[in-house]
């Protein structure tokens, strides 16, 4: 890094996200949807199970994706053909269809339309995946938008999550190997 670069970073004010953060393109979480809940818990324990299954395999596709990606920027080339890429283009198309099947509750409608924005911005990657790609410069920028899409997807699914429904973008309940040992 070149010194003049160290010392504007080192005298920029800090600032949580600049106006430019596609963290504010986000469509509202669905934060307190949980609050003024007066419905049975069974109706949302049944949601969460049903949910699950398609909130996981979204987090393992973004994880799947951003590989990709990595991939791409190393070598400069992007192949839709690669092996890694048409599985992931299949696991989305099953995840649609695991969403859409979910049953959702009246109290839950709002946070499984968020999920299913979540779902819009991985379709968009994938479905670049069938143009013809750019290359060189043109495909760095490509790679650029699509990694803005996952981070963005990646937000809202910790905006969605629930942890007392078991709906985590992450398990970290068995993430320390001599705890997780412990639990058992």
């Not at 409608?109 to 995946?129: D, G, N, P, S, T």
Request: some cysteine.
């Amino acid at each position: 890094m070149r010194l003049g670069r160290i010392r504007d970073l080192a005298s920029s004010a800090p600032t949580l996200h600049g106006a430019a953060c596609d963290l504010l393109d986000l469509p509202a979480a669905p934060v307190d949807w949980l609050a003024e809940i007066t419905t049975d818990h069974d109706v949302l324990i049944r949601y969460a199970l049903g949910l699950r299954p398609g909130y996981e395999r979204m987090g393992r596709i973004v994880g799947q994706l951003a590989g990709l990606l990595i991939l791409a920027r190393l070598g400069r080339r992007f192949e839709s053909d690669w092996p890694m890429a048409t599985s992931v283009v299949e696991q989305a198309q099953q995840l649609d269809d695991e969403l859409h099947s979910v049953w959702v509750p009246v109290v839950a409608r709002q946070h499984h339309r968020y999920i299913l924005q979540a779902l819009l911005r991985v379709q968009k990657v994938v479905r670049a995946f069938d143009q013809r790609l750019p290359t060189g410069d043109l495909l760095c920028a490509q790679l650029d938008g699509w990694t803005r899409e996952l981070k963005l997807v990646g937000a809202m699914l910790s905006g969605s999550a629930v942890e007392a429904l078991g709906l985590m973008p992450l398990d970290f309940s068995k993430a320390c190997c001599n705890c997780a040992s412990t639990l058992q």
